[in-house]
Nanobody, 123 residues
């Protein structure tokens, strides 16, 4: 699976962004899809995940209620709608794919990664 993330940018605190991750090469609907992020000097951390079929979702506590993950299997794309952004959300955001039907929260479990897109929240 090849993954291409896009949609990052500079936004003021309280603003919104929508990230997209387009997949190609395999059957997208067979993969759990997840967003991770990595801030400078920190480890990569889990943000949100969505299962392959029913679209069950799970979020990190730090983004719950502000971020929404969704997927369009017909377009082979996963999205991350980010609202009420805070400076601490500043990071490179990565999408990742794993073949399987569950929730997978550890970056080490993932088979495929996108190139990352920078999100900067600053006034």
């Amino acid at each position: 699976v090849q993954l291409q993330a896009s949609g990052g940018g500079l936004v003021q605190p309280g603003g919104s962004l929508r990230l997209s991750c387009a997949a190609s090469g395999r059957t997208f609907s067979s993969y759990a899809m997840t967003w991770f992020r990595q801030a400078p000097g920190k480890e990569r951390e889990f943000v949100a995940t969505i299962t392959k079929s029913w679209g069950s979702t799970y979020y990190a506590d730090s983004v719950k209620g502000r971020f929404t993950i969704s997927r369009d299997n017909a377009k082979s794309t996963v999205y991350l709608q980010m609202n009420s952004l805070k400076p601490e959300d500043t990071a490179i955001y990565y999408c990742a794919a794993k073949y399987g039907s569950g929730w997978y929260l550890n970056p080490g479990e993932y088979d495929y990664w996108g190139q990352g897109t920078q999100v900067t929240v600053s006034s």
